[in-house]
């Protein structure tokens, strides 16, 4: 038993770089401080970069780091590594007490062929049975463990915090301001967006593309052509990554928020539009229905141009409609959890654990 002067402990298995500007990267951060803040003590643990395809000697690592690691003490793992260590997980389940963080399995990530997938999905479902307690982002997520086979009750959801936001100013003047946040790969849907957006040259719109641009050197490779290609030079700006400020500025001068993303472990961008008030318009796929109402935004099917263009149609040319689902959207912004709750949340957890 903890001594009652004593400060609880976790160790926090992190891939990569813990700074990077992604939404999960973020919520691993804050949650981080938040924990810290109410007294506990911290550990990172950085894993290799290569993770989820670790390399050989990212494997060893990782497994060396865990095992340094003393009898008993509380060992939380970011899914974008468990996932893809089960063996390492196993052997020290019975000496740690584990904690799985999924932000969304990782067979659902867009790109892989159907054999990575059903090798993904079994690989994370033997991590996940090591885990004593797994933290998911979403319900959605949770839906998506248990039909792994995961026990429902050893999963508990969290989902991310949202910070407090001033309302759009939302002018309607033309052109329309689109705005786009999410970082150039496959499975943001950006390619979806622009030939959505190339069918709409008679309505005056600017979209501003916003997220990094280093992910995925050829994805972004290829939206830039695609630009050239559909002649949108003057209407689609790639921003690529931006400071805090300017990300505020951008959602402050929007109209519309558009994310055709083809899987959302969550969406934390999409809170972020709705924490200003912005309508949304998404596609109707992973957790986006959960995060994003029915009366702040419209969802249509996913790797659908043509469903997206026909919604942006309807939203650019109707200031009524984008009206209502602002409302919608500011009344969602009333309801959203804000980080030191969900800090305090998972305080809660671990003492359990």
């Known amino acids: 038993?903890?001594?009652?002067?004593?400060?609880?402990?976790?160790?926090?298995?992190?891939?990569?770089?813990?700074?990077?500007?992604?939404?999960?990267?973020?919520?691993?951060?804050?949650?981080?401080?938040?924990?810290?803040?109410?007294?506990?003590?911290?550990?990172?643990?950085?894993?290799?970069?290569?993770?989820p395809t670790p390399t050989q000697q990212a494997r060893a690592d990782a497994a060396a780091k865990l095992s340094a690691v003393a009898d008993k003490e509380r060992v939380l793992i970011d899914g974008l590594a468990l996932g893809v260590m089960p063996e390492i997980v196993q052997a020290e389940r019975k000496r740690l007490r584990l904690i799985g963080l999924v932000h969304h399995p990782l067979a659902h990530e867009t790109g892989v062929s159907?054999?990575?997938?059903?090798?993904?999905?079994?690989?994370?479902?033997?991590?996940?049975?090591a885990m004593q307690q797994i933290v998911v982002t979403s319900a959605s997520t949770a839906r998506r463990l248990e039909r792994m086979g995961i026990d429902a009750a050893r999963i508990a959801v969290i989902e991310p915090g949202t910070d407090p936001a001033p309302l759009a100013e939302r002018t309607g003047q033309a052109p329309l301001q689109?705005?786009?946040?999410?970082?150039?790969?496959?499975?943001?849907?950006?390619?979806?967006?622009?030939?959505?957006?190339?069918?709409?040259r008679d309505l005056p719109w600017q979209l501003q593309i916003i997220g990094s641009l280093d992910r995925d050197p050829a994805t972004s490779a290829d939206v830039r052509a695609q630009i050239e290609r559909l002649g949108l030079g003057e209407r689609a700006l790639l921003r690529g990554e931006v400071d805090e400020q300017a990300l505020a500025?951008?959602?402050?001068?929007?109209?519309?928020?558009?994310?055709?993303?083809?899987?959302?472990?969550?969406?934390?961008?999409?809170?972020?539009?709705?924490?200003?008030?912005?309508?949304?318009?998404?596609?109707?796929?992973?957790?986006?229905?959960?995060?994003?109402?029915?009366?702040?935004?419209?969802?249509?099917?996913?790797?659908?141009?043509?469903?997206?263009?026909?919604?942006?149609r309807r939203l650019l040319s109707d200031a009524n409609e984008r009206h209502r689902l602002a409302i919608g959207a500011e009344r969602a912004r009333a309801r959203l959890p804000d980080w030191p709750g969900q800090a305090q949340r998972w305080a809660e957890l671990l003492e359990h654990v």
């Open 249 to 312: 500025t951008a959602y402050q001068q929007a109209d519309l928020f558009v994310l055709p993303s083809l899987f959302e472990g969550y969406g934390m961008a999409f809170t972020e539009a709705l924490a200003r008030g912005l309508p949304v318009l998404g596609c109707n796929t992973g957790a986006v229905a959960d995060t994003v109402p029915s009366d702040a935004g419209l969802l249509v099917a996913p790797c659908s141009s043509t469903a997206l263009a026909s919604a942006l």
């Open 1 to 51: 038993m903890r001594r009652a002067n004593s400060e609880p402990r976790l160790h926090f298995l992190i891939p990569g770089d813990l700074l990077a500007p992604t939404g999960g990267y973020r919520y691993d951060r804050l949650i981080a401080a938040g924990l810290r803040a109410r007294g506990w003590q911290l550990s990172l643990v950085a894993l290799d970069a290569s993770f």
């Open 178 to 200: 689109l705005l786009c946040v999410g970082a150039l790969i496959p499975r943001k849907g950006h390619g979806i967006l622009l030939e959505a957006l190339s069918n709409l």
């Open 114 to 129: 159907a054999a990575q997938s059903a090798a993904l999905r079994e690989s994370e479902r033997a991590a996940l049975v």
